[in-house]
């Protein structure tokens, strides 16, 4: 069975550009969660979905950010206008379908890396 | 603010040695504590867990240690595997308030020496 898949692996763009990063999930997990590590610090909690429904955002750092989930199966998540303090690694995880649990799968993450 | 706190960030240990990890919270209304382990380009993946009704939680090498009062956890390895070597993260929640999100602290890397 796939893990969860994270794309791309690396991206490295300007200041002020756009990025937009992709997660698939397990197949079945229906609860979708983001997670930001920067410069080594704590993984920190960005949002969760469930399903296609975003069930808590208050993660999220400011409106540059913005998350999706139509069809609730994979997720983008886009930063427009990316800055400086936005580059860190960006985590993906999915658990199971109709089960609250902090036993979560991630996917390898995204590193991002905004000059 | 950081609510979930790993005080140093790395530990060396002889292989076949216990390693000591410790991690403390500042939020009372974490009632879920979980230790991930993490390698270089990959994502953390579950070690073991405790609930807040115990104190003591055992899974094969690893044991976790649970002390509300001074709201402090500790994990426990032993013996230390070359294997062991990565980051591990403490994480915790607030089951009893719904919220199952996660607080992460911001790691040990564990270096085992042969």
């Known amino acids: 069975e796939a893990g969860v898949t994270q794309f791309p692996s690396h991206s490295v763009i300007e200041k002020g550009q756009t990025v937009t990063l992709r997660c698939d999930p397990i197949?079945?997990?229906?609860?979708l969660y983001w997670y930001r590590r920067v410069m080594g610090k704590e993984i920190k909690f960005l949002l969760h979905?469930?399903?296609?429904?975003?069930?808590?955002e208050s993660g999220m750092p400011n409106n540059r950010f913005l998350a999706e989930r139509t069809g609730g199966t994979y997720s983008t998540l886009k930063v427009q206008p990316a800055e400086l303090e936005d580059s860190g690694v960006y985590f993906c995880a999915s658990s199971q379908a109709g089960r609250r649990s902090e036993k979560l799968f991630f996917g390898s993450g995204t590193q991002l890396s905004v000059l | 603010d950081q609510q979930v706190k790993q005080n140093s960030p790395s530990l060396s240990v002889q292989e076949g040695r216990i390693s000591i990890l410790n991690c403390d919270y500042t939020n009372s209304m974490f009632d879920y504590f979980l230790w991930y382990k993490k390698y270089p380009a990959e994502g953390p993946t579950f070690l073991i867990s405790?609930?807040?009704?115990?104190d003591k939680n055992e899974d094969g090498r690893f044991t976790v240690f649970l002390n509300k009062s001074a709201k402090h956890l500790s994990l426990h390895i032993v013996p230390s595997q070359p294997g062991d070597s990565a980051v591990y993260f403490c994480?915790?929640?607030?089951?009893?308030?719904?919220?199952?999100?996660?607080?992460f602290g911001a790691g040990t890397t564990v270096t085992v020496r042969a």
């Open positions: 994480a915790a929640s607030a089951r009893f308030r719904n919220d199952y999100k996660l607080s």
């Open positions: 979905f469930v399903k296609e429904s975003k069930q808590d």
């Open positions: 197949s079945g997990h229906d609860n």
């Open positions: 405790i609930s807040s009704i115990k």
